[in-house]
């Protein structure tokens, strides 16, 4: 028995941590994309060109690169909302309510402020954005720290509000008039965050991610609050025993988890779209689970993973329109990575 | 006359590490031979290969003088070796007599046959005067009654050689007296028997002879009469070490007390309350001793001392502080209440975290560590490397993880974590469970110069000795009562052994 552990410990990769960590996902990625190549092959497409495809339209020009960054924006933001709140050991599966929320928020200021110059209106559609999906958040977090709620499922139902709220706003009260389906008048102009690459659709919202992301990593690891989400994420009776408040402090984590979010829909509808619309996300902010667990709750990880999900969505859809890759089979690639990543991250834990 | 039992020259090793460096070890008939050594020194793997629970690298058993080899446990039972686990193994809704012929049940047809092992079983118990009623059920015994159904098991399996494994670490002392004589019972029929254990005054107490093994190795077997604990210890820990840092007793009546209970009550999730109307108070200067078995209300009321409970009824006053005011955990520690959790994994430190930052975990938010809610590294690692060194903190760097701590150095860690926020009134529980003899030493001289402070140190402790040798006063608990108070500790060791087992219960 201790022979074949043995053999095992010796299969093991070095303990070498960063190359691991980089290590793995590549290879996770590349053993997905070899069982989708059986599949394509099943599909009587050829692999070869279908991954061709799938390369070019990720990365293959400007225009690839710019699609590939404005995916990028919503899942990085929602990412990292999700991820703040799984490092305090928070369930926040709402990711995809406060985006639709946060979107809400950046409408009615895109609609209803006059025409402020970008100086000031796109701080505060963003602000607003944040703020709306925070309270979402939030609502969640109070309810967790009041009565134990399970924050599972408030979030989880949450979001079915949040986007009948939505379908409501643009359907009733906020639809434009003269609109052929049920959306909202343009923002004014100087809501709309400007186009940063010439004739792509690569908005400003992507340096406010970036922004973002930069931000949390330095709070989480430079603040006493980012301390206290640690430790109550690693060991909550740790905290409370060693008197942190982590009643407050899930309130807190809440909020900003749910405005990171709330500011992935406002970047969204503002950036790409310039109006508040029904089904603005195809579910960024399930995506975002996805995202926030393979990058670790880190914020350095977190961009990877979206980074690397964003060329996915983009490569994979170029798939299927060049080269008649049905859908389901880009599913299932998507599918594959995921599970191959968590797979070798339960691998790696089992040391010893 | 042949052994009843030798190993030649037993090794084992893990990956990494020899848990077993040519160990040879004998066992006479009729004797106690005790296996003592510190944790980790290899009594467990050594048994367990005994058993046949692990395979040795090399070396041989020989059982009668016969060579053995033990494959599993079934091997060991025939060859007459039995073994009473450290943690019992019996299923709590089956009776004595299911658990005992669990695995070897007496069938005829498709029925157990109780009858003749009730009978065995019966006659079994009075020979060796074990006192236990084959028809009850596990649940209803106490946990001294749980161990002699476990050393029944042995008997009924024909066992002639007995392996105690760390026997009296659950019991009361006076279940510890009453174990001692069922011992001696069963060498007076000749049976042999293996004690493991660390704890230095048993082992003297009980043994005809004693095998210390240290680091895997033997250091050397002696006989009772030839040695004492002192030399006992210095050869489990390979240095001289101060046996009992007795403090010279204290008594500070005159003073206004550090902390107040008063008529404090909790209410546990069945009937019986946790704590059950407690009053006592706690003065500076002092060490008081709460002593008492597991379980009985000591980690509820350090949770009270430490504002991680909410009493149901009466107050806790500390310091001048109002009794009537809501009070968290933090208001605590500001207040000055330190407390080290018997739970240090689970509760005392986050142990995916490094060294550094579970040294800030109460104070992370104060000068040096942080200002406006920024932390401050440099601040914190040259504390951490400070209290590493004074501390004696074995670890190769301040920033490695927690978890890789060895018990004594975590707790080490705790200490000198609480220690640090220079406490009011320090709460340790059960401080030094499950420690080598080095770091209970350092332990409790600790705990002794934080009293010197002048600060009140609250000591719980199922360690009747660590209590007396420590504490300035004692109060016993039992079943969430205090069920004896002692001014003048060294005077009542007997009082407070049996208050421990519930001789002074009110019901």
């Keep these: 028995m201790h022979g074949i552990k043995d053999k095992l410990r010796k299969l093991r990769l070095p303990d070498d941590f960063r190359w691991r960590r980089v290590a793995i996902p590549v290879l996770a990625v590349l053993a997905a994309l070899a069982i989708g190549a059986l599949l ?38 929602a990412g990292m909302g999700t991820a703040v709140s799984l490092r305090a050991r928070i369930f926040n599966i709402g990711a995809e309510g406060q985006i639709f929320m946060g979107a809400l928020g950046a409408a009615a200021v895109g609609l209803f402020f006059g025409n402020p110059p970008l100086i000031i209106g796109i701080p505060l559609m963003a602000a607003a954005g944040f703020v709306a999906g925070g309270i979402w958040g939030g ?41 052929t389906e049920p959306f909202t008048a343009r923002f004014s102009n100087g809501t709309i965050l400007p186009i940063i690459l010439s004739k792509t659709r690569l908005h400003g919202g992507i340096i406010i991610a970036l922004i973002a992301a930069v931000v949390i990593w330095w709070v989480i690891r430079y603040t006493t609050y980012g301390y ?59 995506t975002a689970i996805a995202i926030a667990l393979l990058g670790r709750g880190k914020p350095a990880g977190v961009t990877l993973a979206a980074f690397l999900f964003a060329a996915l969505v983009i490569g994979t859809n170029g798939m299927q329109d060049f080269v008649g890759v049905p859908v389901s089979i880009v599913f299932i690639i998507e ?18 | 006359m042949t052994p009843v039992l ?55 058993i020989r059982v009668q003088g016969n060579i053995c080899r033990m494959e599993s446990p079934k091997d060991a039972i025939a060859h007459g070796i039995g073994m009473v686990h450290q943690h019992f193994k019996l299923v709590p809704t089956f009776t004595v007599t299911e658990n005992i012929v669990l695995g070897n049940e007496p069938v005829r047809g498709l029925f157990l046959q109780r009858k003749d092992a009730r009978r065995e079983i019966t006659k079994l118990s009075s020979d060796y005067c074990l006192n236990i009623h084959p028809g009850m059920m596990i649940s209803q015994l106490s946990v001294g009654e749980q161990q002699r159904v476990e050393i029944l098991r042995a008997l009924y399996r ?18 510890c007296v009453a174990f001692f004589e069922i011992l001696k019972t069963m060498i007076e029929d000749g049976k042999s028997v293996i004690f493991i254990s660390h704890k ?46 007795v403090g010279e007793h204290k008594r500070h009546k005159n003073t206004s007390p550090q902390a107040s209970l008063e008529k404090l009550w909790v209410k546990g999730d069945q009937k019986k309350p946790l704590l059950k109307d407690i009053t006592m108070d706690v003065y500076p200067g002092e060490i008081l001793g709460i002593a008492g078995v597991d379980g009985n209300g000591q980690t509820e009321l350090a949770e009270v001392f430490a504002g991680l409970r909410k009493p149901d009824k009466g107050s806790v006053r500390i310091g001048d502080h109002d009794p009537a005011a809501a009070v968290s955990p933090y208001e ?176």
Excluded at chain 1, 62 to 76: G, I, Y
Excluded at chain 1, 152 to 175: D, H, K, Q
Excluded at chain 1, 258 to 282: D, K, N, Q
Excluded at chain 2, 465 to 478: C, G, K, N
């Design chain 1, 40 to 77: 394509i092959l099943l599909a009587g497409k050829s692999p070869l060109t279908a991954y061709r495809a799938l390369f070019r339209s990720a990365f293959g020009n400007r225009n690839a690169w710019a699609e590939t960054l404005v995916k990028m924006t919503p899942l990085l933001l």
């Design chain 1, 139 to 179: 609502i969640a977090g109070f309810l967790k720290q009041k009565f134990q709620a399970n924050e599972i499922i408030v979030t989880l139902m949450l979001n079915y509000i949040a986007i009948e709220i939505v379908s409501f706003m643009v359907g009733g009260p906020w639809r434009d008039p003269v609109g």
């Design chain 1, 228 to 286: 206290r989400i640690t430790v109550t994420g690693v060991n909550p009776e740790a905290a409370r025993y060693g008197g942190i408040k982590t009643g407050r402090l899930i309130l807190i984590t809440m909020f900003i988890s749910g405005g990171l979010a709330g500011l992935a829909g406002a970047t969204e509808v503002s950036g790409v779209h310039r109006r508040l619309l029904e089904s603005f996300s195809p579910g960024y902010g399930y």
């Design chain 1, 335 to 352: 599918g594959l990575v995921l599970i191959f990543i968590l797979a070798s991250e339960v691998f790696q834990r089992r040391r010893g």
């Design chain 2, 6 to 60: 030798e190993l030649e020259h037993i090794t084992k090793r893990f990956p990494g590490v020899t848990a077993n460096d040519e160990i040879s070890f004998t066992l006479k008939r009729g004797e106690i031979h005790s296996l003592l050594g510190e944790n980790g020194a290899g009594k467990t793997t050594l048994m367990n290969i005994l058993y046949g629970l692990l395979k040795p690298d090399e070396g041989e």
């Design chain 2, 158 to 175: 024909g066992a002639e050689i007995l392996i105690l494994d760390e026997p009296t670490a659950s019991l009361t002392p006076n279940e």
């Design chain 2, 200 to 245: 230095l005054d048993e082992v003297m107490e009980i043994s005809d002879r004693i095998t210390v093994l240290r680091k895997g190795k033997v250091v050397g077997t002696v006989d009772r009469d030839a040695t004492d604990s002192k030399e006992l210890a210095s050869m489990m820990v390979g240095r001289d070490v101060v046996l009992r840092v």
């Design chain 2, 332 to 507: 605590r520690i500001r207040q000055g209440v330190y407390y080290i959790p018997a739970e240090r994994k689970k509760r005392g430190s986050a142990l995916a975290l490094s060294l550094s930052m579970n040294l800030i975990l109460k104070n992370h938010a104060t000068h040096p560590f942080s200002r406006r809610g920024i932390l401050n590294y440099a601040a914190i690692q040259t504390f951490a490397r400070k209290q590493i060194e004074e501390y004696d903190i074995r670890c190769p760097s301040s920033e490695i993880p927690a978890e890789t701590l060895s018990g004594g150095n975590l707790q080490k860690l705790i200490l000198s974590r609480e220690i640090s926020g220079k406490p009011k009134l320090l709460i340790a529980e059960q401080p030094t469970r499950g420690l080598d003899v080095g770091a209970i030493e350092n332990i409790h001289s600790l705990l002794l110069s934080e009293r010197d402070r002048g600060s009140s140190v609250v000591l719980i402790s199922a360690d009747l000795d660590e209590i007396l040798a420590l504490s300035d006063r004692v109060v016993v608990m039992y079943e969430g009562e205090i069920a004896f108070t002692s001014e003048d500790p060294e005077s009542a060791r007997e009082e407070i052994g049996l208050a421990m087992g519930g001789a002074y219960c009110t019901e």
